[in-house]
């Protein structure tokens, strides 16, 4: 299993990328998925390197609540920019294993961006949440991936493309 | 202007927020596999992926 930093020994591979969400596909394929100021891209590959299976883009932002009018950080987060398989993968290769969950490819990367997620938190930059935009079909994954709607007094900010998806949110301190 | 005192009341207000949630079973028992196994990703010619896992 094999996750890389995007770099440009990659370009050759990115046209091909078809999650079937245009706005994740032009992410990935333009200047974006290498703006540093957004955030920084992570390929899944096969094992060859030949084909791109998914890719996440990871950047920062923060959880706020809203009291008396008034908005208040309550904690930093990482924030899952973009997530996405491409849609030949995505419903195939399922695993099963012996108490019968099923692994599916979106399950090993997001365990590799959570991961991720856990060296930044324990090695370089304090944060409490992780927070991503849900697509309608995003929304079952994550929910099954103990992630959850934000409660009625929090928020975060949402960018323009984010507009119909769902806030949702995983506190890091879990037991 | 008390800078302490500001940080230290917004601190009370995220210890309040952040409190503590329980992973669930199935997440548990999915990473618990995904950490045993080494994987393996494939594409055939055919354009399947094959994934294969074993036991490390």
Do not use: W
């Amino acid at each position: 299993m094999i996750f890389e930093k995007l770099v440009p020994e990659f370009d050759a591979l990115l046209k091909a990328f078809d999650s079937g969400n245009s706005y994740l596909d032009q992410f990935l394929k333009g200047r974006m998925a290498y703006d540093g100021s957004i955030g920084k891209t992570y390929l899944f590959l096969s094992d060859d390197k030949k084909h791109i299976i998914g890719y996440y883009n990871i950047g920062v932002g923060s959880v706020e609540i809203i009291e008396d009018n008034m908005r208040k950080k309550i904690g930093g987060a990482i924030h899952i920019n973009c997530f996405a398989i491409d849609k030949k993968y995505q419903d195939q290769s399922v695993l099963t294993t012996a108490d019968g969950e099923n692994i599916h490819l979106s399950d090993l990367m997001l365990f590799d961006c959570m991961n991720r997620i856990k060296y930044l938190r324990e090695n370089h930059i304090g944060v409490a949440f992780v927070t991503l935009n849900a697509t309608k079909e995003g929304e079952y994954f994550y929910g099954h991936n103990d992630f959850e709607y934000l409660e009625g007094d929090m928020d975060f900010s949402l960018e323009d493309n984010d507009v119909e998806c769902t806030k949702m949110y995983l506190p890091l301190d879990i037991e | 202007m008390n800078f302490a005192k500001a940080v230290d009341k917004s601190f009370v207000v995220s210890k309040n927020i952040i409190r503590k949630k329980s992973e669930s079973e199935s997440t548990k028992r999915k990473r618990a596999f995904i950490c045993s196994h080494n994987f393996s990703v494939n594409v055939t010619p055919a354009g399947k992926c094959i994934i294969s896992a074993t036991k490390r």
